[in-house]
């Protein structure tokens, strides 16, 4: 099969799954604050596993394209926070009124599983072994950000197959980006070192920036830890027997 095709389907796979989203709303009329938190640490641990797993892979290469490559991937993710206006949004308010709020959550969602689109194009380029784990490792990561996005738009009055849909449609640029970064790096694969780096750079600023600040205050300091760690521990641990 052409790996191109593969990325193409892998990462369509990986995004499909944000529409499981919904499910662990279903049944309970309003979302416990504290499952918000769980969902946000669950996300930010199978992130910092895919970075993680990416770095290892980047060692190989050249370390100071690698290191200007994540500083850029940084520069990116803040740049586009700057341009969009949404540096201090917080991505999981369930009590937020403002009409274009819910804009604002799907346009960040969108513009960070570009980030995410690039991680994968980059492990497919690496070797698609290497690129299945990271797709797998980002597909489950897509639910419960899916669940947040869900919670988000139901507070809104969005709900069901309309949720889901939503949540699927902000991972279209992970499709996308997947894709052109694949495509790319087969054409030169000389940048190579500086993808994986941008990649490493935005999926962990990412975490720091989005994820982590508001969890804490919802689901305590010891538990968000924890399901973290455990979940990166997991990704890293997959990563390991699958080379
Ligand atoms: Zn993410």
Redesign the pocket.
């Known amino acids: 099969m052409d790996p191109t095709l593969i990325v193409l389907l892998a990462s369509t796979a990986a995004a499909g799954l944000a529409a499981l989203g919904p499910l662990p709303l279903l049944g309970r009329e309003r979302t416990p604050t504290v499952a918000i938190g769980w969902a946000n640490a669950l996300?930010a641990g199978l992130?910092l596993g895919a970075a993680y797993l990416l770095m290892s892979a980047g060692r190989a290469y050249l370390p100071l394209e690698g290191a200007a490559g994540a500083a850029l991937g940084i520069f990116f993710v803040w740049l586009t926070h700057l341009a969009a206006g949404t540096e201090e949004l917080d991505l999981n308010r369930l009590d937020e009124s403002s009409s274009v709020y819910g804009y604002r959550v799907m346009l960040v969602n969108a513009l960070?599983?570009a980030s995410?689109g690039v991680a994968i194009g980059a492990a497919m380029s690496v070797g698609v072994p290497f690129g299945i784990v990271l797709v797998v490792a980002?597909g489950v990561?897509?639910v419960p950000?899916a669940t947040i996005l869900c919670a988000v738009l139901r507070a809104r009055g969005v709900r069901g197959g309309a949720a889901a849909a939503l949540g699927v449609l902000t991972n279209v640029t992970q499709v996308l980006l997947a894709v052109v970064t694949f495509a790319l790096l087969e054409a030169v694969p000389g940048l190579l070192p500086v993808t994986i780096g941008f990649a490493f750079g935005s999926?962990v600023y990412?975490v720091l920036f989005e994820?982590l600040p508001e969890c804490y205050r919802q689901a305590g300091r010891t538990t968000i830890a924890l399901v973290t760690l455990v979940a990166m521990g997991i990704v890293v641990l997959l990563g390991g027997l699958a080379q």
Do not use: D, P, T, V
């Open positions: 996300a992130m960070h599983s995410e980002i990561h897509n950000e999926l990412l994820l």
